[in-house]
């Protein structure tokens, strides 16, 4: 993070200085109801970023007061990729595990007059509760009696009541200008099974109540959400004052992240999964963390990239090039470059000696020295790229035609003699001759070629899959639509988001494993699919092409 761009750290640096604080604690609190998603990333890096710097501490706390929703596969998940970050959680916790706690906060309410059963319907709730320019009306049961809110609110912990029939509300003011204020329901009846408390609870929490609790049991100093809550704010101080909390939590907002091109909320992400547009939460197209992994992602990409976004209080989209630049930045010096071929084409050079392989020598990494040479095979059969051959090219095309003369990257010139086609006229094979005057590192000097293109040597190839990636989302056309045609982002998803391709790869990378990543000369940076490579195949996912329009 920017020096000085960050108004969470001068708020943080300023009560130390004055000794409002003396110590600096935050939380990352998710819903474990799905997996993170890069949005959450901006939260973590904040999270553990400002803790650190002032020598604090960052607890990980699961806020699990929605059962219906919860799950521990989403809490295994969300685990992983935080550590996976490169983020050490000081405590790991769950909202469940203050559920008896805020039962008795809730008593506590209740004998203060500040708390009431309500038995209004949910839709009678929101009739009553009035809107931005007329206040609301009091409940007809908002004068009950603190010893029946009592017996009711314990009848609602023992089951005696089904879901919805009644709830706990805040005695506030339905008057309040901050709708939020107007008697909040802070409990309701969910006769459901938590992932964590079994069937000990009934009634759960609102999450409005439960957070402020939770950060204030948790001795946090410094509450980090994103503005969306900030009208929650006045609420969130009423149910540390009210509750009598020691500890107060101080809520500050910032804007939340979102990208281009890109859904971003965990419930449009798993109707994703759901309904089988993705091979699940980790599919390379997800903004997941776990999808950005598995594309090739880099956890020190991921947060240098949202560093760069800076904190502010404002959420403009950023475009997705952003992100991708800071992976190339990060792989630039990392990736061994090698060569593939996505869709190759057969090259038989016939001046080159038959049954003859030599070993020619390439750099791992030119702008990397230290990664020191590879030893790559050359012979008199080779496959080079579909699109590097061209029958007919326009002017400027510099590749192979015939007649033309091009370099093969760290071998020899070849020249395109001769085209062979099957019979329906398809170009099967090029003849090719090469000059062996022109090896790669001779210092050969007689004559200039344009282009230089990429290769394999046939008979050591390795056969691999290619998966190229487009947004899954056409995020324009979805911008452009018109409400009233009644679309969902589904109607947005872009069909040809995943392009597969069968080609090859050198035989220097027979050793590679799942999320090894490579820089494939003129193709981009690649991942080895930690999902769908096998013992005999071998499968990678294209994180980002080399080019970039993008200047920060
Ligand atoms: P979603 O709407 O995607 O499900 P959420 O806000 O409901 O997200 P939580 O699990 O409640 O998800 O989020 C945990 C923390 O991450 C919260 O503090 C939330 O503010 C923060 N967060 C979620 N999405 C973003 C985002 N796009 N940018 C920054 N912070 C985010
Ligand atoms: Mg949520």
Redesign the pocket.
């Known amino acids: 993070m920017e020096e000085n761009s960050n108004f969470i750290r001068s708020i943080i640096k300023e009560d130390l200085e004055s000794g409002k604080r003396d110590t600096v604690i935050t939380r ?4 474990p ?2 997996y993170l ?1 890069i ?2 990333a ?2 973590i890096v904040i999270n553990f970023g400002i803790a650190d710097e002032f020598n604090g501490q960052t607890n990980l706390r699961f ?1 699990d007061t929605n059962p219906l929703k919860e799950d521990r596969e989403y809490v295994d998940s969300i685990k992983n990729d935080v550590a996976w970050l490169g983020y050490e959680w000081e405590n790991l916790r769950f909202a469940s595990d203050y559920f008896e706690e805020m039962y008795d906060r809730a008593v506590l309410l209740i004998k203060k007059g500040k708390a009431y059963v309500d038995d209004l319907s949910p839709d009678e709730i929101r009739e009553y509760r009035g809107t931005l320019t007329e206040p609301g009306k009091d409940s007809p049961y908002r004068s009950r009696t603190v010893e029946e809110n009592l017996d009711l609110f314990d009848r609602m912990r023992k089951g005696e009541f089904e879901n919805g029939k009644k709830v706990l509300r805040a005695k506030i003011d339905m008057a309040s200008g901050n709708i939020n204020m107007r008697d909040p329901v802070i409990y309701r009846v969910s006769h459901a099974t938590h992932h964590n408390t079994g069937d000990t609870w009934c009634i759960y929490p609102m999450y409005a109540f439960a957070h402020p609790l939770e950060d204030a049991i948790e001795g946090v100093t410094h509450s ?3 503005t969306e ?1 900030e009208e929650q704010r006045p609420l969130y101080n009423w149910v540390v004052e009210e509750c009598e909390m020691e500890s107060k939590p101080q809520q500050i907002e ?1 804007g ?3 990208i281009e091109n890109t859904v ?4 449009k992400l798993k109707q994703l999964v759901d309904e089988g547009y993705v091979d699940g939460w980790d599919d390379p197209r997800m903004p997941t963390i776990s999808g950005l992994r598995r594309k090739g992602y880099t956890p020190e990409s991921i947060r240098e990239f949202v560093q760069a976004t800076g904190v502010s209080k404002g959420s403009g989209a950023v475009d997705e090039a952003m992100l991708e630049h800071f992976v190339r930045e990060d792989l630039k010096l990392k990736a061994p470059r090698t060569m593939g071929i996505l869709n190759p084409l057969k090259v038989v050079i016939t001046n080159y000696p038959e049954g003859q392989v030599e070993m020619l020598d390439a750099e791992i990494n030119p702008e990397n020295p230290e990664m020191g040479t590879r030893q790559i095979p050359f012979s008199r059969e080779i496959y080079v790229e579909q699109d590097d051959f061209m029958e007919n090219p326009p002017k400027k095309y510099f590749r192979l035609f015939p007649g033309n003369e091009v370099r093969l990257k760290h071998a020899y010139f070849i020249k395109c003699e001769d085209v062979i086609k099957d019979e329906n006229g398809n170009v099967i094979e090029l003849h090719c001759t090469y000059d062996v005057e022109t090896k790669s590192g001779s210092g050969f000097t007689g004559r200039k070629v344009k282009g230089t293109l990429h290769w394999v040597e046939a008979s050591q190839a390795i056969p691999a899959e290619f998966r190229l990636y487009e947004p899954l989302i056409r995020d324009e056309d979805l911008k452009a639509a018109d409400e009233s045609e009644d679309k969902t982002f589904i109607d947005f998803v872009n069909e040809d988001s995943l392009t597969i391709q069968e080609g090859f790869i050198e035989p220097t990378m027979k050793d590679a494993k799942p999320q090894d990543k490579f820089q494939f000369f003129r193709h981009g940076y690649f991942n080895v699919d930690p999902k769908h490579t096998t013992e005999d195949k071998i499968v990678f996912n294209r994180i980002v092409s080399l080019k970039s329009s993008f200047k920060l």
């Open positions: 990352f609190p998710p819903e109801n799905g998603h949005g959450h901006k939260s806020d980090l959400c994103t809550f910032f939340r992240l979102n971003m909320s965990k419930r």
